[in-house]
């Protein structure tokens, strides 16, 4: 199982990112995902979840309203829109593969002016 996330970097606040999380090694279709994220001497907190072949999504209260989570089975992808954003949403982003368990490495997403 391997996850790989991108599109993390440095945005306004008020901005938006699409981060993105690419799985190989499993049956992607089959697989719900979610998204995480951590900062600094914080617990890992869940931020988003999509399910398989429906993709029912369900979201943390700090993010509903303002991010979106997509899914691309074709590509093996999925997709966290990430719209105005906070300062508080600075951290680590990190993709999961509910089924098995397994963690990306992470992309870092800062929110400064």
């Known amino acids: 199982v391997h996850l790989v996330e991108s599109g993390g970097g440095l945005v306004q606040p008020g901005g938006s990112l699409r981060l993105s999380c690419v799985g190989s090694?499993?049956?992607?279709?089959?697989?719900?995902m979610s998204w995480h994220r951590q900062v600094p001497g914080k617990e890992r907190e869940w931020v988003a979840e999509?399910?398989?072949?429906?993709?029912?999504?369900n979201y943390a209260d700090s993010v509903k309203g303002r991010f979106t989570i997509t899914r691309d089975d074709g590509k093996n992808t999925v997709y966290p829109q990430m719209n105005s954003l906070k300062p508080e949403d600075t951290a680590v982003y990190y993709c999961?593969?509910?089924?098995?368990?397994?963690w990306g490495q992470g992309t870092q997403v800062t929110v400064s002016s």
């Open positions: 999961r593969n509910i089924v098995t368990g397994s």
């Open positions: 999509i399910g398989s072949v429906i993709g029912v999504t």
């Open positions: 090694g499993f049956s992607f279709t089959t697989s719900a």
